[in-house]
């Protein structure tokens, strides 16, 4: 198949290619590196530098491509900075998502897989989290990004497009030459690694949660599991489609990932303790039985591997990607 992969040149962007690549897919990254970098796009894959809000330029990116199929990742995804820029984040998540929609229905492409999250879900009522249980996010990113997904199922009524949406719960690993290279970064794993290589303290926000051992628990899904589900979900269009949960079913805690940290690099962290954040839910897991029983996707990978890998990546990239 041929897919262009908006986002293609972020964190789980550049393993989708990488490993679409690798199964014989032929693909072409659209992207306007505002955070993404050249150097993770695998090598020989075409790079279109450009914004998913430039309907025609997408357009023109899927008709020389000959693309048949679109992997839509290209987005703004930090909550906190959604909070402070609500406009910028509806307009790149949103409008963006009505563009690359309209490019498609323009190029006669009728495949689309989209990056959702576990976001769109807010505060859950129970865990784990089934994909229909209530939608209520409960901050701006969480809100483009529902509403991205209700674009999906106008286009789906309208067009006839086959869409799906993949909501990811805690993305982390690294997979070969791919890793998490953020600026700046918001993610546990990362930061947990920075703080054991550079011998600085690492902040966990709240340890009176009711969770066994009182910090957050969160489901931590393997990058390299996530591009393998899309993988799944682009192969079984349009015959299934629809939403999906993205995570492994069981959740860790903050303290069982510093843990897995100091067990993986053989350093002792300086944890500092911190308080909660506002709006972080005591514990957010997948139920992912959904994509096993109709995408037979299975997450391989524990978070041991996730760690471990991250680090690996980490040592072999101690300052990122080189600059573009
Ligand atoms: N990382 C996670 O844990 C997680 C969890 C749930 C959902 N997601 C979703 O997965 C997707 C990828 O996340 P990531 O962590 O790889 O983020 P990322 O920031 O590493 O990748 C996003 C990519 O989109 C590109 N981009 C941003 N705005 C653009 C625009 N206007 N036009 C063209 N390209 C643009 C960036 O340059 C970057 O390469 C996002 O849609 C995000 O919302 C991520």
Not at 19 to 28: E, I, K, S, W, Y
Not at 99 to 116: E, G, M, Y
Request: charged content about 25%; hydrophobic content about 45%; overall charge negative.
């Amino acid at each position: 198949m041929r897919i262009l992969v908006t986002g293609g040149a972020g964190y789980i962007g550049s393993v989708i290619v990488s490993r679409l690549t690798a199964r014989g897919h032929d693909v072409v990254v659209y992207d306007d590196l505002s955070r993404g970098h050249r150097a993770a796009v695998a090598g020989g894959v075409p790079l279109v530098d450009g914004d998913v809000r430039d309907a025609d330029a997408v357009r023109d990116a899927l008709l020389e491509g000959g693309c048949e199929a679109v992997v839509h990742m290209a987005a703004l995804a930090e909550v906190a900075e959604s909070v402070a820029e609500p406009a910028r984040y509806r307009s790149v998540n949103v409008d963006g998502t009505a563009a690359v929609l309209a490019a498609a229905r323009a190029a006669d492409v009728d495949r689309l897989v989209f990056s959702s999250t576990a976001a769109v879900y807010g505060a859950p009522q129970r865990t784990p989290i089934d994909e229909d249980d209530a939608l209520a996010p409960t901050n701006p990113y969480g809100e483009t990004k529902l509403a991205a997904e209700e674009l999906l199922w106008q286009a789906r009524e309208r067009d006839g497009l086959g869409a799906t949406a993949l909501r990811y719960f805690n993305a982390c690993g690294a997979d070969g030459a791919c890793g998490e290279d953020h600026d700046p970064e918001s993610h546990l794993v990362p930061l947990a690694l920075r703080a054991a290589r550079d011998g600085t303290s690492i902040r966990v926000f709240g340890e009176d949660y009711p969770t066994p051992d009182g910090t957050c628990v969160r489901d931590y899904v393997h990058v390299a599991d996530l591009a393998d589900a899309h993988i799944a979900a682009l192969e079984a269009l349009p015959a299934v489609q629809g939403a999906f949960n993205l995570g492994t079913g069981s959740g860790d805690s903050v303290r069982a990932v510093l843990d897995a940290v100091e067990e993986v690099t053989g350093s002792t962290l300086r944890r500092e303790s911190a308080p909660r954040r506002a709006g972080d839910p005591a514990v957010l897991v997948a139920g992912n039985r959904r994509a096993a029983e109709r995408l037979g996707w299975r997450p391989r990978r524990s978070l041991a591997d996730a760690v471990a890998d991250a680090w690996e990546w980490m040592r072999a990239h101690p300052a990122g990607y080189p600059e573009d």
